[in-house]
């Protein structure tokens, strides 16, 4: 629960907050006590039978939808603040916001809070060149480290560095600087064992830089 507390409290919770992927509703019984009102969409039958149990037995269907929905395809924006993407891997994340552009959809105003499961630094990289720009990030231990980022659309498409994909804005937060530093040297000595020079340099030489930043 600490992992989903913390997404929690990056919700603004101005206007309708919709949570993608809400499996069992617990996010969303969790943010019906500070928005208005709450979209529990997820894309299978299994998760939503689970959601309207937990919704039906807390008690609060007047304040939580639960909607059938492909990532975003089917959930109207209009009157929604908050927008939470939490428990998926990196990659999927960036699937649902990149098929959502597509469309169009209107983005603007709407504060995003995503927490991805596995590769954030790749999260990170594609929020940039899909136009989103990440304004709070924060780390919570839950059995492991997970990160929870706070992103707003701004439609401009900008390249990070490769040192901000891996760090973002937790440069001060040293467990988690030494983590991903430690990640790139086993992953640069995984490289020089495969004979792959160039890029275990690069790893090697991402690690050294993120531990003197």
Known sequence: MVRLTACAEFVGGAGTVCDVGTDHAYLAALLAERCPRVIASDIND?????????VARLGLGAKIS??????????????????VIAGM?????????????AAPRDFSGINFVLQPMTKIPLLR??????????VEERTVFDGRIFVVVKAKYTG???EITPLFS???????????VEKQAKKLAAEGKGLLTAGELSAALAKL??????MDN
């Not at 639960?66 to 927008?83: C, F, M, P, Q």
């Not at 891996?166 to 988690?176: K, M, N, S, V």
């Not at 030489?205 to 993120?210: E, S």
């Open 46 to 54: 299994g998760p939503l039978a689970a959601a309207r149990a937990t």
């Open 66 to 83: 639960v909607v059938k929905s492909d990532g975003l395809r089917e959930i109207d924006l209009a009157g929604v603040s908050d927008i």
């Open 89 to 101: 891997g990196g990659e999927t994340i960036c699937g649902i916001l990149s098929a959502s552009l």
């Open 125 to 134: 990289a594609r929020l940039y060149a899909l136009g989103f720009e990440i």
């Open 156 to 158: 401009i498409s900008r």
């Open 166 to 176: 891996e760090i973002g804005l937790l440069a001060a937060d040293r467990d988690y």
């Open 205 to 210: 030489r991402l690690c050294q830089l993120i």
